[in-house]
């Protein structure tokens, strides 16, 4: 399994980025995927997730309702509509995928077995 994400860039504070992870290799539909962030000097954190059944969806507290996820599973793809960018979300952004992931460990990286190359956004104050 691959997966390949896109999207990411320099935008101004304020503004939007739609980040895209298509997989290949294998359909997702059966995964929990999930977007991961890693800031310059800092560990890798939580960002969001989307369930494989139901689309239900959980947020780290400081993005939500300015981040989106979604996904296609005709095109096994995970979208992050990013709205509201602020300095504090530049990061590399990482998309993931885990099987027969409970509740309590969506957040957990170590749950996650397939993972993106990455995508840099920059958010310019």
């Known amino acids: 399994v691959q997966l390949q994400a896109s999207g990411g860039g320099m935008v101004q504070a304020g503004g939007s980025l739609r980040l895209s992870c298509t997989a290949s290799?294998?359909?997702?539909?059966?995964?929990?995927m999930g977007w991961f962030r890693q800031a310059p000097g800092k560990e890798r954190e939580f960002v969001a997730t989307i369930r494989s059944t139901g689309g239900t969806t959980y947020y780290r507290d400081s993005v939500r309702g300015r981040f989106t996820i979604s996904r296609d599973f005709a095109k096994n793809t995970v979208f992050l509509q990013m709205n509201s960018l602020k300095p504090e979300d530049t990061a590399v952004y990482y998309c993931?995928?885990?099987?027969?992931?409970?509740?309590?460990?969506?957040?957990?990286?170590?749950?996650?077995?397939?993972w993106g190359q990455g995508t840099k956004v920059t958010v310019s104050s």
């Open positions: 993931a995928a885990g099987a027969r992931l409970i509740q309590s460990s969506l957040s957990d990286e170590r749950r996650y077995s397939y």
């Open positions: 290799g294998r359909t997702m539909s059966g995964y929990t």
